[in-house]
């Protein structure tokens, strides 16, 4: 069982970058591949990134690529989402997920995650 919380999340203007923090109970984080998905109002859950057990390899969605940086600590049992030049679009729920085979490259739908923190959310303002 492995817990995730989410923070970092918040009202931020156009153009600004919030970094996304999730830590992870237990001593196995590194076990994890680790995932970033979004949801925005109406709209189904979409994935954003995702880091191997090592954080050697990234994966990132497209309208990602170029925008967000997703990283871990091991030692820290934290996955981070770096964001820049959020735009209003990118206002959503933001939730990190667990992976607990090591698949990859990573799943990129949620039914291949197997844990899921609750979310923060990120309001970006024109």
């Known amino acids: 069982q492995v817990l995730l919380v989410e923070s970092g999340g918040g009202l931020v203007q156009a153009g600004g970058s919030p970094r996304l923090s999730c830590v992870a109970s237990?001593?196995?984080?590194?076990?994890?591949?680790m995932g970033w998905f979004r949801q925005a109002p109406g709209k189904e859950r979409e994935f954003v990134a995702a880091?191997?057990?090592?954080?050697?390899?990234?994966y990132y969605a497209d309208f990602a690529k170029g925008r967000f940086t997703i990283s871990r600590d091991n030692a820290k049992n934290t996955v981070y989402l770096q964001m820049n030049s959020l735009k209003p679009e990118d206002t959503a729920v933001y939730y990190c997920?667990?992976?607990?085979?090591?698949?990859?490259?990573?799943?990129?739908?949620?039914?291949?995650?197997?844990?899921w923190g609750q979310g923060t959310q990120v309001t970006v303002s024109s």
């Open positions: 880091i191997s057990r090592s954080g050697g390899s990234p």
């Open positions: 237990g001593r196995t984080f590194s076990r994890y591949v």
């Open positions: 997920a667990a992976e607990s085979t090591g698949a990859l490259p990573p799943p990129r739908r949620p039914p291949g995650y197997d844990y």
